[in-house]
């Protein structure tokens, strides 16, 4: 069977019951009192917030937009705490969002984008996103910042399991969340090297991505390719590797609205309303 139709029939089912566990989280919040809307709907009270968010915006939208790039992107008071937590907390959050943004870009002019041009002239110019001087640039984006998700696991597990400050509580659910990031991200390493070292893999289009030539493994996908090196001489099923990746990434994708990740999400919001209900003069 198609690898296109087996994931999209495995991703959209996730995407519901992600949307569906983020929309049950935001009902929770909407449950409470809103001044001047008491008996207003749940929906009416999100209509009602965003448009006071839209609307507080636009009043000042560089103040906006310098609280999102000092206190929600680099985290100032963090920084100001501790060095160690700061670096951790900055390459997880810049590179996962980070590689999310690259990931649907690439995704977008690739897939849909160069599918498009086949038929509607309009989009000839998609070639050079697959083929052409920008694919590479993407490749490396999405490894690199991905990299740097691994570096931060890996530095938060150190700082979690063996710094262990006297402050730190370790839960189940942090160790979980640490695994399946850390698990995540290194399988996808581990096939990026294992197509890289077994060529006949990406020939064959086991998996769904068209890989950049061979010759610029050792530059774009820099990580994959060290892995590479140690790969060649062991066989493993490549369909196999494919799920053991894919399906974990779905099944962390749904887990997010349940987990204490949700804070990617609730943190920024939270950080611009506390900011924005103090005095301009003490910003």
């Not at 501790?82 to 649907?104: C, E, I, K, N």
Request: include cysteine; charge should be positive.
């Amino acid at each position: 069977m198609d690898k296109h139709l087996i994931f999209y029939a495995m991703f959209i089912p996730s995407m519901i019951l992600f949307f569906w566990g983020m929309w049950f989280r935001v009902s929770l919040y909407l449950r409470g009192t809103l001044k001047g809307s008491e008996e207003t709907t749940q929906w009416g009270k999100l209509i009602i917030l965003l448009g006071r968010g839209w609307q507080g915006f636009w009043k000042r939208p560089l103040w906006y937009l310098k609280i999102v790039i000092t206190d929600v992107i680099f985290h100032k008071k963090l920084f100001r705490e501790s060095f160690y937590r700061w670096l951790t907390h900055s390459l997880l959050v810049v590179g996962f969002v980070a590689t999310f943004v690259v990931d649907m870009i690439k995704g977008f002019t690739t897939g849909y984008l160069v599918e498009w041009s086949h038929s509607i002239p309009l989009f000839s110019f998609a070639h050079v996103f697959k083929t052409g001087s920008i694919r590479p640039f993407l490749d490396f984006f999405l490894e690199f910042f991905s990299f740097l998700i691994l570096i931060g696991c890996i530095l938060a597990m150190i700082r979690r399991f063996f710094i262990r400050p006297d402050q730190l509580r370790t839960e189940e659910e942090d160790i979980v969340t640490l695994v399946f990031i850390l698990y995540m991200v290194a399988s996808g390493f581990f096939i990026e090297g294992y197509r890289i070292a077994h060529p006949e893999v990406a020939a064959s289009r086991v998996y769904m991505a068209d890989f950049t030539p061979a010759s610029a493994n050792n530059w774009i996908s820099f990580f994959g390719y060290f892995l590479s090196l140690f790969l060649k001489n062991i066989t493993i099923n490549p369909h196999f590797l494919w799920y053991g990746h894919v399906i974990p990434c779905l099944v962390w994708f749904v887990y997010i609205p349940h987990s204490k990740l949700l804070h990617i999400f609730t943190s920024s919001v939270t950080v611009i309303a506390d900011r924005a209900n103090q005095k301009p003069h003490a910003m």
